[in-house]
Each structure stands twice: as C-alpha cells, then as structure tokens.
C-alpha cells in the first residue's frame, strides 16, 4: 500500500513560482519512479514530470525548461518547482505512483495561475 499527500497548491500571478510537495509512506519509496499530473476543468488528467528511482527526471513539451521535478528519498517525498506560471498551469495537480502494478494517487492540490 502505498499513501501520497500532495501540498503547496495556491493562487499565483503569472509569471510567478510555486513549489509542489508529494509525501510518501512507505520504506521502498526509493525504488519507486513517481510522477506528477494534472487536471484542468474539462480536460483529461496529462502527465506533467517523472522522475527515477536513480533521479532521471522526464517532462512534459509543455513545462519543459519552467518546471523541475526532485527527490528526497530521505524524506520520502518527490517535488515539483514550478517557474514561469501561465495561466494555462491551472489545474488540479497529482502525485502518482505504480507500485506492484497497481496505480496510487494523491488527492490532488489545486494550482490557479491568475492576475
């Protein structure tokens, strides 16, 4: 089993910069790939960044060069710092995990991207 809990969503102007935070349970949480996603009104869940358990990160053409995703498996958690804020950011945004074949979700924190 495996719990996730995202944190530091909020109100930003653009242009502006948040940093995402996704607490794991878990002692294998080193060998886990995590990744983050998210979901704007209407649309579908996108993936947004990865990471390796050996911290090789991957992104999204669209967050590429704004955003960066990290890891401290000391703390078991994986973050998400986000730069550069477009109102097109906005969404509700995921940590998500497969462990054992079997998918893991955070509930989500909500990012809004508004002057």
């Known amino acids: 089993q495996v719990q996730l809990v995202e944190s530091g969503g909020g109100l930003v102007q653009p242009g502006g910069s948040l940093r995402l935070s996704c607490a794991a349970s878990g002692s294998f949480f080193s060998f886990l790939s995590m990744d983050w996603y998210r979901q704007a009104p209407g649309n579908q869940r996108e993936f947004v960044a990865s990471?390796?358990?050996?911290?090789?990160?991957n992104y999204a053409d669209s967050v590429k060069g704004r955003f960066t995703i990290s890891r401290e498996n000391a703390k078991v958690s994986v973050y998400l710092q986000m730069n550069s804020l477009k109102p097109e950011d906005t969404a509700v945004y995921y940590c998500h995990t497969i462990w054992r074949s079997k998918n893991y979700w955070g509930q989500g924190t909500q990012v809004t991207i508004s002057s």
């Open positions: 990471i390796t358990s050996g911290g090789s990160p």
